[in-house]
């Protein structure tokens, strides 16, 4: 994020109460405004996304299949500006949720009368506007959009836990909670496990990444699952590079990595044809 220029007081800046008052703005020219904000790329030309959706869930469990969205936040986040647009919040109906010990909300709550469909309805029409979704754990999130009153999305996704590697002088361990990357960026850390929330310190976040754009243009690059190559006594390399054991395969040391981040890696690796394959 930016500082205030020397013109303009910082927006958190107390105003002196007892300072003569300021002269009438300036009336607004229909002229367009000299800004920060890059042009867009042209057709066809490698760039960033301009625009993202930033969004979680949370859910009564971990299967789709048996369990239930009970809550979906989301903000839709300019990049070049490093700004919010837009933001929204809703519960989804739900008769129970084995889950509230950990995200807090009764199942009782989703069912009192709420806009919960004009909620839907935000969100659907924020999707159209952006060029890529956002989340931490994002295939987590993912799977629980196409069922029930939940939309498919078609957009790229970016995991900010897995995709985006944050610069090194943060002092993050691969694969960051987001309690983590929100404290390795001053943003202070008030609450969990409300969709809203995590929403909101991902894109304080992102506010604060000079870098962004180099960032989210590594993170689309095309990914594949990859395995260590390592023997038992050289494992904690595995560790210390983000991989994850038993995770999703079986008796193997296995991470989400690009062609080119394969390359780069000190020990070998070989590309996973089925990241459900036993090892």
């Given at each position: 994020m930016t500082g205030a220029t020397p013109e303009q007081p910082d927006l958190w800046q107390q105003t002196d109460l007892l300072a003569p008052a300021p002269p009438p703005p300036a009336r607004l020219s229909s002229a367009p405004r000299p800004s920060a904000i890059p042009a867009?790329?042209?057709?066809?030309?490698?760039?960033?996304?301009?625009?993202?959706?930033?969004?979680?869930?949370?859910?009564?469990?971990?299967?789709?299949?048996?369990d239930h969205c009970i809550e979906v936040g989301a903000i839709l986040f300019h990049v070049p500006a490093r700004a919010v647009l837009s933001q929204v919040s809703f519960l989804l109906p739900a008769p129970a949720n084995p889950a509230e010990p950990i995200n807090g909300i009764p199942a009782g709550v989703t069912q009192l009368p709420q806009p919960w469909r004009q909620g839907l309805a935000c969100f659907v029409a924020m999707l159209e506007h952006a060029d890529a979704v956002l989340a931490h754990n994002a295939g987590f999130d993912r799977q629980w959009f196409g069922h029930g009153e939940l939309p498919a999305i078609e957009r790229p996704w970016i995991c900010s836990m897995e995709d985006i590697r944050w610069p090194a002088e943060r002092q993050l361990?691969?694969?960051p909670s987001v309690r983590d990357l929100a404290l390795a960026y001053g943003v202070p850390v008030w609450a969990a496990h409300?969709?809203?929330?995590?929403?909101?310190?991902?894109?304080?976040?992102?506010?604060?990444?000079?870098d962004l754009e180099a960032l989210l243009t590594a993170a689309l690059e095309p990914r594949a699952l990859f395995r260590a190559?390592?023997?038992?006594?050289?494992?904690?390399?595995?560790?210390?590079?983000?991989?994850?054991?038993?995770?999703?395969?079986?008796?193997?040391?296995?991470?989400?990595?690009?062609?080119?981040?394969?390359?780069?890696?000190?020990?070998?690796?070989?590309?996973?044809?089925?990241?459900?394959?036993?090892a």
């Open positions: 867009a790329p042209r057709a066809g030309e490698p760039g960033p996304p301009r625009t993202l959706l930033i969004l979680d869930t949370e859910t009564t469990g971990l299967d789709p299949a048996s361990r691969p694969c409300r969709a809203l929330t995590d929403c909101i310190y991902l894109a304080q976040v992102l506010e604060r990444c000079d190559q390592l023997s038992y006594a050289e494992r904690h390399q595995a560790k210390a590079a983000g991989f994850r054991w038993n995770d999703p395969v079986r008796g193997a040391w296995t991470r989400r990595l690009s062609e080119r981040e394969a390359r780069a890696l000190p020990f070998p690796v070989q590309r996973v044809e089925s990241e459900t394959q036993a």
